[in-house]
């Protein structure tokens, strides 16, 4: 892999050339929380940020998006408006880089989703470092480094960001800024090892994933699960938040006086009662704590099965969005009947 | 010969309310004002509330007039409190009167008024063939519903506007934004005065009138300020807002379900023409030349010149919300937080000008914060008794005496005033504190 | 992550779009039982019209513009080209729509979509088909299969009960099955309030006594409300059947039919690819299965 | 449906959610020329109070033997009755204080001409008529009422909003007052549909829309107690729009 090392007190001038890659959107702040936004100035990027409400995901796979246009002379036309509009993403953690890795296994295999590649085939990643907070549990999930999925990722050695070059677009970026960019050193390497290492000292949560689908197969009776019903709101914080949550709805808008419409997809959440509902009325998670059973479950058991890895990144998202506490690291560690000085 | 002239169901106006009059021979015998709409007894429902939640539920007496309500009640509480809100928030505050004050004028002239000087049903009706009159009176009100919903987060209803300041201020671009549609606003305000030049006169009810309205330290503000003004062919007179059971004695009468409102025990008249009366002196020569154009007199003893009063309005306002805007982008928004608010016992009024006229909210607080008391007097309620005497002159004024003709006068008497039904109904006797 | 220029880019969300739903006309309607129809339904395009196919048990999504789309099953046999049946339920948005749906309308379709009958297990070994309900839509696709390929299965057998006579889908043709000798056709209907029905009356796993069946070269495929497999199940088993020899054909939520929308998801399993059929063991080792 | 005949009706209410349909500015006229709107008091006064509709619209909620009865006579003549407003779907704010003597209030506030009256409790639409479609909101936002008309139009009920505020606030990634500022905001247990309007300006739900349906009242009303706030207050504010009257209720009768 390429590898260079890029000048910080250089980063505004280097985000500078690459606008020309396309808009530049990166972690702003707003009253102490973080979300990508289309910068107005380099001055509002907040690359110390710890996360964003929202992960990357809403570039790919947003909110609400229009898959089809129909109109009674030309049935249904794909809706190809936002798909090709170019995106600098300066600044995406690991684990959010993991997360895209995992959508990828999804809208990337079998029927291959069109929407999601064409804009992963647009949208530029500039990777950051970070510093673990108390949420964070990524390197439990082997999501704290990135070794693709990225086109740039820089980083820290101090004065410099060591820069890695992920694919062609990464190199064409480092090419168009030319000399800010020097080679790495020894000492460099020497100062990125000790730096890589003192990173893993800081996790303050720990969970072992390891057998982990055993241990969900043998506590499915289990009453925690009772336990977590009781308490869950079916709010779906959760689930928007999270960088590897991909459910969604698909829904028919019909203009008024007309019969042309949208057929638009929207996000959805397995923690809503309507989720798994069929006609009849028949609903396959009636209660609230098979549904909230059924999340950690796919996350951390079905996606194995799947794609050979749990579908959580240990980002900490639904740790901090949950409004009654529910925390997935407390939680594992409970099913796996071992306590963590760190988990409440 | 007795004979009686019944409205059964007043259309194009907010709310159920009827007419009665009663003729004996030529002389009215009887006139009654009659609503019916449901009680939902707010007042009630607010008692050992928290301070923070009367704004919302009160808002809820009327749509059309729901930030007049909003705000009159968080004024109040401040009031009681004893919290004085920043000259930024006041004049966001006046700037959501504007908006209200726009679009409920725009709707009430536009659907409910014109289509009644032309012989239409409703706009609906008129826009076959009066499309861009129709449109004129869309783009107006859709002015004043989007300066609502910039500052008060919602077009009817507003969310935005809470204790002490407000949740969050509106952008830069939104501020932008408005201005740019607030000078399209002032051509089509040109627009209207000509289309209203127009329309056929209606002179036929004429008699001395007492107004009351609000007066404000500066000209023409709905929110700041709140001096009562009493004004009749004897002169004037100033009130202070703790002191309106002074200003109004409200009397219940079997008939309705709004009680009647007087002063010294007459009749007075509140809402635009009576605001105009009162503050002639200090309009911009834009509103001068409205009036002119109108040949609207001041004060005036005809009701139906309320609709031209309130086609003035639509010109001040509109003038007056740009002024503000322009104001807001030049000095700048400062990121106030909202004042927090530590409740005690105690009593707070507040006076202000809802579109409809004068808006009277009152409250009596425990130490908690709770409510003990509440009393409101809405505009609509104050006037019943005032459209009643009108109602009884314009019947006895006429001549033809024919009696379909007759129904249409009183109707288009009672639209002029634009009452408000829903209002009406939630008047408060303010009960003792415990 | 590779570079890819922007007309393929187009090209793959305009011409290789899973979710592209194909202009279809409704070529016949066919009123069954109440709040039942059989729709016959033809491609507008004549290249799609005559180049799709299918296997039995597949399902399509089918779309009602401005209303929405549904799974349906295909109950029509691959060996009979050219148009598809679907036998419909009218039970909510789309059904209503599509009930309303008259001759020559336009409808869309994609697909078809799910595994289908895993038809190299079942050649050449006998076929037992139970169905109750609404459950002989898919399973009256691979019956047609199985008679139009008469040579390369054994015994066919299909069992299938209604509530009265007049709920029994497909009617006339399976009754006009009951008398052949290249197959089993037994019917039976829960009660007969018309009085007019010749055949059994009873419950569905009461047909299994008419019946004899070698297990070991059988595979059972079975299909209808939760009911049915509560019962026809514990006796497929009881008879011997081994997990993997009985099939089933379930239903869930589903908005993509293509593994991506997360609704129909059980366990670690979507019904829409790796289902809808399923063997006995994956519902008993899949949570909430059935 | 071709040009249905329409009526658009008050009973007891603010007329916001009539207000909301003449807001419609930009597509009135659209409305107008889909719609063939025969009775409408509040716009018109040329009304046809007897004719068949197919479509009635109705807003308010019952106050008195005067709304039943034209509440009545509305779906009689009506092929679909469709609910708009938090009033007509739940009662609204006047169905607040459920509990309280009625008759007594009106004498507080009449004196002795209040007892001929003709008042009764706040009612919701369905629990007097079938309503075929409830469009909540206080009052009901513009876009859901004519994304509702538009799926009439075209033969289909809407898919009625299951998802609670919650989740659109977090769509448009406004920060949760819940954990971070410790407000009563009621979004898990409000029918969302309003794009979270209140949390986006930093105020919490006040669940103008009602509630979801499963809404986990024990739930918030335990973490409402863990931040603070006492069960009266909870249950008072859980009552203000009625959706949630009846379980408000419990809550406040298991503390006495
Ligand atoms: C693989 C497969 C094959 C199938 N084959 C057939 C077949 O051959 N024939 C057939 O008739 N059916 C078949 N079905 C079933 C059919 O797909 C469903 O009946 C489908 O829901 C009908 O769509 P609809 O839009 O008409 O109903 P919907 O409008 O989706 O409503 C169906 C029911 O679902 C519930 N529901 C849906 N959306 C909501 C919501 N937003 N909120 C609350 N409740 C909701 C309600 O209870 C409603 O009654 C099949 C299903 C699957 C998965
Ligand atoms: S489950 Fe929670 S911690 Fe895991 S990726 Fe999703 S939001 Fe992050
Ligand atoms: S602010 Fe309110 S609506 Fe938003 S996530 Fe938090 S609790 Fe839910
Ligand atoms: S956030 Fe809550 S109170 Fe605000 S509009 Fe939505 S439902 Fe109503």
Known sequence: ?344 | MKRKIVVDHLCRVEGHGGITVELDGDVVSDVQFQVFEGLRLVEGLVRGRRYEDVSQIVSRICAICSVAHALTSLKATEEASGIESSPQTVRLRDLMYRGENIESHALHLFFLAIPDYLDYAGAAEMAADHREAVALGLRLKQLGNAIQETIGGRAVHPVNAILGGFGKLPSFDQLISLQRRLRQGMVDCEAAVDLFTTLPSTEYCQIDTTYAAKRSPDPYGYYPGDEIVVRSNEGSEVYDPGDYRAVIREETVPYSHAKLSLHKDKPFMVGALARLAIDHDRLSSRARHAVRMLGLPLPSGNPMDNNKAQMVELVIDVEHALLTVEQLIDEGLQQEKPIAIHPRADTGTAVTEAPRGLLIHSYTYDSDGRVVAADVVTPTAMNAASMENHFRHAVEQSVEKDLPELKRKLEMIARAYDPCISCSVHLVRKRHAI | MHQQTETTLHRSVVRENPYQPHMARIVRVYNMVADNYLFTLRFVDEQIAGTFTHRPGQFIMLSLPGTGEAPISISSSPSRPGVLELCVRRVGRVTNALYRCRTNDLVAIRGPYGNGFPMEELMGKNVLLVAGGLGIAPLRSLLWYAIDNRGRFENITVMYGARTPQDMLFRDELVSLVGRTDLTCLLTVDEDPGGDWKGHIGLLPQLFDYLAIRPERTCAAVCGPPVVYRFILKRLLDLGFTKDRILMSLERRMRCGVGKCGHCSVGYKYTCIHGPIFTYWDAINLPEMI | MSRPNVGIFGLTGCAGDQLVILNCEDRFLHIIAALNIRDFAMASSDNDSACDLDLAIVEGAVLSRRDEEQLERIRARSRILVAIGTCAVWGGIAAMDGDTDRSQLVRDIYGECGEQFDTTPARALHEIVGVDLNISGCPIEEEEFLSGISNLLNGDLPIAPTTPVCAECKMREYNCLLTERVDMCLGPLTLGGCNARCPGLSIGCVGCRGPVDDANLESVTALFMENGFGREDIARKLRTFAGLRVVAHTLSEDES
């Open chain 1, 1 to 344: 892999m390429k590898i260079l090392k890029l000048e910080k007190g250089k980063l505004d001038l280097f985000a500078s050339v690459v606008q020309q890659f396309g808009e530049v959107h990166a972690p702003t702040e707003h009253e102490g929380k973080f979300s990508f936004k289309r910068l107005n100035s380099w001055s509002e990027a907040r690359l110390d940020y710890n996360r964003t409400v929202l992960p990357p995901r809403k570039y790919f796979l947003p909110p609400r998006e229009t898959l089809f246009k129909y109109r009674e002379a030309t049935g249904y036309v794909p809706a190809t408006e936002d798909l090709e509009k170019r995106v600098v993403l300066f600044g995406v953690h690991a684990c959010d880089i993991h997360a895209l890795n995992i959508l990828d296994e999804v809208f990337g295999k079998g029927y291959l989703d069109p929407y999601y590649l064409t804009r992963r085939k647009n949208i530029t990643i500039i990777g950051i470092d970070c510093t673990p907070d108390e949420h964070c549990f990524c390197r439990s999930m082997r999501a704290d480094f990135a070794e693709t999925g990225f086109d740039l990722f820089l980083k820290d050695i101090g004065d410099h960001y060591l820069t890695f070059v992920g694919t062609a677009r990464g190199d064409d970026m480092v090419i168009a800024t030319g000399p800010l960019f020097s080679e790495v050193t020894h000492s460099d390497i020497v100062e990125y090892k000790r730096r890589s290492s003192q990173k893993c000292d800081t996790f303050k949560l720990d969970l072992e994933i390891r057998d982990l689908p055993e241990i969900f197969e043998l506590e499915y009776q289990a009453d925690i699960w009772e336990e977590l019903g009781e308490k869950c709101l079916s709010c779906g914080n959760c689930s928007m938040v999270c960088p590897t949550c991909y459910c969604y709805d698909v829904a028919d808008e019909v203009k008024l006086g007309s019969h042309d419409g949208d057929r638009v997809r929207l996000w959805d959440s397995c923690l809503f009662a309507t989720h798994a509902l069929v006609a009849g009325g028949e609903n396959f998670r009636k209660t609230r704590s098979s549904r909230i059973k059924f999340r950690f479950y796919h996350k951390q058991r079905g996606f194995v099965a799947e794609y050979g890895r749990p579908s959580c990144v240990g980002c900490g998202r639904c740790i901090e969005a949950c409004p009654v506490g529910i925390n997935i690291v407390g939680v594992i560690n409970r099913l796996r009947g071992v306590e963590h000085a760190s988990t409440d």
